[in-house]
């Protein structure tokens, strides 16, 4: 659902009368113009609508692993949390939240809310952060410690479709409307995600027969449709054992990928995850193993959460650039075009086709929508819209 489009025939968009018929009147009115078409004949006049999230409004959810050999990643995990917290409540510009979750799907996908004797931790913590959160930095440190112990079948992918979907969880108030969202997983083991009842009896099984898993692409699309905006709503970060694509046979232990914190072994699926395209533009993937995870979460704010330029990519072939482009507006029943086009396109950019866009590729700077969604009507003439 990369972003939504109408197609409009030219005879609706240009729809403009050639004369006037006024009784008694029969000669020629000398400053009549005949109208331009503003397709050449074969081509189609389209008005194609796109709408953005707010690039400054971000929604943080953070998957933590909760099995047996997490104590030490969770700590350093919560260090460098609360530092990407500190930073993210020093930027006025930005309106963001923060929940964590645990990989452990009988939690449900819940946001954490705290729980007795973590050291330097109150018993109780709130499940959302913050600007307005008091201690907002130490108090995500503590969030990362969701405990160790979960089931060795660490499902991240599902537990955050739970926080999504679970009724129980439709109050916690993570996912605004018109912001992004960003989902952060954490864990020495990859995702094991599998329907009801299957793979239960070691937590091997998960590498031994990993066909038998929901699959990676389901969960993209999942995500990806928490949002309806065009560009890169939605991004997704793995920080997890470095992915080797191999495949482990059945009864043999699978192989360390690193080890830092704790042992991890090879994230395949929650880098297949990240790497997705239909979430790639700031998403990625980075080494758990790593001495602490200042960098990844630096990397996570520059790239991820603060506003960037984003982009979309037409629907179909421009005969040469993108012609013109309207502000839309909500009113009862949608939204409307307004009767101006914007004069300056200074925030929009068409760069053509490219690997990941066949037709043209729309990109616009930050600063075109920097506090608010928007949303835009692109026209443009194309012999490649067919009969549509």
């Not at 400053?31 to 008005?47: H, I, K, N, W």
């Not at 993209?220 to 992915?243: D, E, M």
Request: glycine share 10%; with cysteine; hydrophobic share 40%.
């Amino acid at each position: 659902m990369g972003h939504f489009s109408r197609i409009f025939p030219t005879s609706l968009l240009l729809a403009l009368p050639l004369a006037t018929s006024l009784g008694g009147c029969t000669e020629p009115n000398p400053d009549y113009v005949e109208p331009t078409p503003p397709c050449a004949s074969g081509q189609r006049y389209l008005a194609e609508r796109v709408e953005f999230a707010a690039a400054n409004k971000v929604d943080i959810l953070v998957v933590v692993e909760k099995t047996a050999d997490m104590d030490a990643t969770q700590a350093a995990l919560g260090a460098s949390l609360g530092g990407l917290v500190d930073r993210l409540k020093a930027d006025a510009s930005l309106d963001w939240q923060l929940g964590v979750t645990s990989a452990d799907t009988t939690d449900g996908g819940a946001l954490y809310a705290g729980r007795t004797g973590v050291e330097g931790c109150p018993d109780t913590l709130p499940t959302l952060i913050t600007s307005a959160t008091a201690d907002a930095g130490a108090t995500a440190a503590c969030l990362a410690q969701v405990g160790t112990d979960g089931s060795p079948f660490s499902r991240p992918l599902e537990a955050a479709r739970l926080t999504f979907v679970a009724p129980a969880n439709a109050s916690s108030g993570l996912v605004r409307d018109d912001a992004r969202l960003v989902i952060l997983f954490v864990g020495l083991h990859d995702d094991c995600s599998a329907p009801s009842g299957v793979l239960t009896s070691d937590p091997n099984s998960c590498v031994w027969a990993a066909d038998q898993l929901i699959s990676a692409a389901d969960y993209v699309a999942t995500f990806r449709q928490t949002k309806r905006f065009a560009g890169n709503p939605v991004s997704i970060v793995s920080l997890t054992g470095p992915a080797d694509g191999a495949t482990v046979i059945t009864g043999t232990a699978p192989t360390p990928a690193c080890t830092g914190a704790g042992t991890a072994f090879a994230g395949n699926r929650l880098t297949a995850v990240a790497d997705a395209a239909a979430v790639a533009g700031r998403s990625f993937s980075a080494n758990i193993c790593a001495s602490n995870f200042n960098e990844t979460l630096d990397r996570l704010f520059n790239e991820t959460i603060a506003p960037a330029p984003d982009s979309t990519c037409l629907r179909f072939a421009p005969v040469v650039t993108l012609q013109s482009i309207y502000p839309l507006t909500a009113v009862a029943g949608g939204l409307q075009a307004g009767s101006d086009p914007i004069e300056t396109l200074g925030f929009w950019l068409d760069t053509g086709a490219d690997s990941s866009c066949a037709t043209s590729r729309i990109d616009l700077d930050a600063s075109g929508h920097p506090t608010a969604s928007a949303a835009y009507e692109l026209r443009y003439c194309s012999s490649a819209a067919g009969g549509e």
